[in-house]
T-cell receptor, first 109, second 120 residues
Framework: GQNIDQPTEMTATEGAIVQINCTYQ??????LFWYQQHAGEAPTFLSY??LDGLEEKGRFSSFLSRSKGYSYLLLKELQMKDSASYLC??????????WGAGTKLIIKP | GAVVSQHPSWVICKSGTSVKIECRSL??????MFWYRQFPKQSLMLMAT?????????EQGVEKDKFLINHASLTLSTLTVTSAHPEDSSFYIC????????????????FGPGTRLTVL
């Protein structure tokens, strides 16, 4: 079967760095997406990786290793507004998005 | 770019009535739109994939006669919850897949703001 694993919840301190991991097992691979979802709101697109390596976008970076079926989202200089759920999603060989359950990130002052 | 709107933002209705939710891509044409449902503290659940001009493809366990989807144009898809019951109360979110020429990675899904449905 297809499976996306990410931690259920993480806690970090304002101003610090946090890494949210995602491992996947899917039938084929056509890219990995990270979305941010604040409570009560719809997800917003953060990043997309289809090749191995690191993609940096401001305070957020996303890394992919296709051979290991592994990705992480790195958030630097954490702000209180970064408190949200972070969803990892993989596009399989049929171009269907397989969603992880999300990681709830709690930022403490 | 890549803005998706959804209307209404929230709706309260009586059991047995029908509710229509609209999803629009505002600055691009979306040949494919998706409808999701999300219960509190749970993950997104894909209900159906809507392709312009053809019948929607429903996920296993989703009743196509209860959740009617119409994608009559490249910028509008509608979801109608027919004969709504309290267990249909949920957060319904649509997304549109961005075509290559609209910018951003192809196949990225951009989400509408969601519709919170409460059935009394």
């Amino acid at each position: 079967g297809q499976n996306i694993d990410q931690p259920t919840e993480m806690t970090a301190t304002e101003g610090a760095i946090v890494q949210i991991n995602c491992t996947y097992q899917t039938s084929g691979f056509n890219g990995l997406f990270w979305y941010q979802q604040h409570a009560g709101e719809a997800p917003t697109f953060l990043s997309y990786n289809v090749l191995d390596g690191l993609e940096e976008k401001g305070r957020f970076s996303s890394f992919l290793s296709r051979s290991k079926g592994y990705s992480y989202l790195l958030l630097k200089e954490l702000q209180m507004k970064d408190s949200a759920s972070y969803l990892c999603a993989v596009m399989d060989s049929n171009y269907q998005l397989i969603w992880g359950a999300g990681t709830k990130l709690i930022i403490k002052p | 770019g890549a803005v998706v709107s959804q209307h209404p933002s929230w709706v309260i209705c009586k059991s047995g009535t029908s509710v229509k939710i609209e999803c629009r891509s505002l600055d691009f044409q979306a040949t494919t739109m998706f409808w999701y449902r999300q219960f509190p503290k749970q993950s997104l659940m894909l209900m159906a994939t809507s392709n312009e001009g053809s019948k929607a493809t429903y996920e296993q366990g989703v009743e196509k006669d209860k959740f009617l989807i119409n994608h009559a144009s490249l910028t509008l898809s509608t979801l109608t919850v027919t004969s709504a019951h309290p267990e249909d109360s949920s957060f319904y979110i649509c997304s549109a897949r961005i075509p290559d020429e609209a910018g951003g990675p192809a196949d990225t899904q951009y989400f509408g703001p969601g519709t919170r449905l409460t059935v009394l």
